[in-house]
């Protein structure tokens, strides 16, 4: 074989490929930052080592008008790396970046892959609110943490969920808790991605002046209701009356048992949310939220 042949093998053998990972999507919430990569493995293929590895993006303005042009510098810890890491992910809801490898003999590969994130926003806000044993309350603030670019694919799941009359809102939901208890939200955005808020609600619960001992343990169902409610008590205290209000307070439905009561129908009520509240030999012991479908 001739030496020429020699040098023609080595080079067709040699050929450079650029491998930029391919595209993907990429959840950002802390604990997953120190995995933000991109590259392949590895990014050069073939070739005369050592490699050079150069990233770009196409340059853009932080914003309409401005001077500022962000560049493949400013999004990764450094443009020279095989795998580097994405250090701004706040700036685009995704980018194409482009990779271009140069092998020791001077032979040139390109490759590009398209990365999306799923970037959150959150506050560490909290609201306090104090409501009697028995009584509910409803929560109206915006959430404490928000997808950055689109927030109609989210879907939320408030803890613990058991004492909400619902658990998946965003916001306007009843809480009905027996003990002081803080609220937070779990996210999911479209691509599975899962971001969890800081304790957001503290909702506490005062103490009705009577022993533990004779506190009514009270669980009604179902609720939503559509016409009978039944309830169910540990008969610790008798409970005697039962009244119905809207939420401005007007009594729609009373129902009163000198033996104890443990249902009431609200079928002649009109739909809507309204107050559940217990008595006892004329106290209030109790008041919760029921939704009367």
Same mark, same amino acid.
């Given at each position: 074989?001739?030496?020429?042949?020699?040098?023609?093998? +080595?080079?067709?053998?040699?050929?450079?490929? %650029?491998? %930029?990972?391919?595209?993907?999507?990429?959840?950002?919430?802390? &604990? @997953?930052? !120190?995995?933000?990569?991109?590259?392949? +493995?590895?990014? %050069?293929?073939?070739? *005369?080592?050592?490699?050079?590895?150069?990233?770009?993006?196409?340059?853009?303005?932080?914003?309409?008008?401005?001077?500022?042009?962000?560049?493949?510098?400013?999004?990764?810890?450094?443009?020279?790396?095989? !795998?580097?890491?994405?250090? &701004?992910?706040?700036?685009?809801?995704?980018?194409?970046?482009?990779?271009?490898?140069?092998?020791?003999?001077?032979?040139?590969?390109?490759?590009?892959?398209?990365?999306?994130?799923?970037?959150?926003? =959150?506050?560490?806000?909290?609201?306090?609110? @104090?409501?009697?044993?028995?009584?509910?309350?409803?929560?109206?603030?915006? *959430? !404490?943490? /928000?997808?950055?670019?689109?927030?109609?694919?989210?879907?939320? &799941?408030?803890?613990?969920? /058991?004492?909400? @009359?619902?658990?998946?809102?965003?916001?306007?939901?009843?809480?009905?808790?027996?003990?002081?208890?803080?609220?937070?939200?779990?996210v999911t955005d479209k691509y599975g991605c899962v971001a969890h808020?800081?304790?957001?609600?503290?909702?506490?619960?005062? @103490?009705?002046?009577?022993?533990?001992?004779? =506190?009514?343990?009270?669980?009604?169902?179902? +609720?939503?209701?559509?016409?009978?409610?039944?309830?169910?008590? +540990? !008969?610790? *205290?008798?409970?005697?009356?039962?009244? *119905?209000?809207?939420?401005?307070?007007?009594?729609?439905?009373?129902?009163?048992?000198?033996?104890?009561?443990?249902? #009431?129908?609200?079928?002649? %009520?009109?739909?809507?949310?309204?107050s559940l509240i217990f008595y006892s030999k004329r106290n209030k #012991?109790? /008041?919760?939220?029921?939704?009367?479908?």
């Open positions: 074989m001739s030496f020429f042949s020699i040098i023609y093998l +080595n080079l067709t053998f040699a050929q450079l490929t %650029a491998h %930029a990972g391919g595209d993907r999507h990429l959840c950002t919430h802390p &604990d @997953s930052l !120190n995995a933000l990569i991109i590259g392949g +493995n590895p990014s %050069a293929l073939g070739g *005369v080592s050592p490699y050079s590895y150069e990233w770009s993006i196409e340059p853009f303005d932080l914003y309409s008008g401005s001077n500022i042009t962000i560049t493949a510098s400013d999004v990764l810890n450094d443009t020279s790396l095989a !795998n580097p890491n994405i250090i &701004d992910f706040t700036i685009k809801e995704s980018f194409k970046f482009k990779l271009k490898v140069i092998d020791d003999i001077g032979q040139v590969a390109f490759d590009s892959c398209i990365v999306s994130f799923s970037s959150y926003a =959150k506050t560490m806000m909290t609201y306090t609110y @104090s409501i009697p044993y028995g009584d509910s309350i409803l929560l109206t603030k915006d *959430v !404490n943490i /928000e997808w950055l670019f689109d927030n109609d694919s989210l879907t939320y &799941d408030w803890t613990p969920g /058991e004492t909400l @009359s619902d658990s998946t809102l965003i916001t306007d939901f009843w809480a009905s808790p027996d003990t002081t208890t803080w609220y937070s939200v779990k808020g800081a304790p957001y609600y503290h909702v506490i619960v005062q @103490s009705l002046g009577i022993d533990n001992n004779e =506190k009514p343990e009270v669980s009604i169902f179902p +609720n939503p209701v559509k016409d009978i409610l039944y309830i169910k008590h +540990n !008969n610790k *205290v008798l409970i005697d009356e039962l009244k *119905v209000s809207d939420l401005n307070g007007k009594i729609i439905l009373r129902k009163q048992q000198d033996y104890g009561i443990t249902f #009431i129908d609200v079928s002649g %009520a009109p739909s809507g949310i309204y #012991i109790f /008041e919760t939220k029921i939704i009367i479908k």
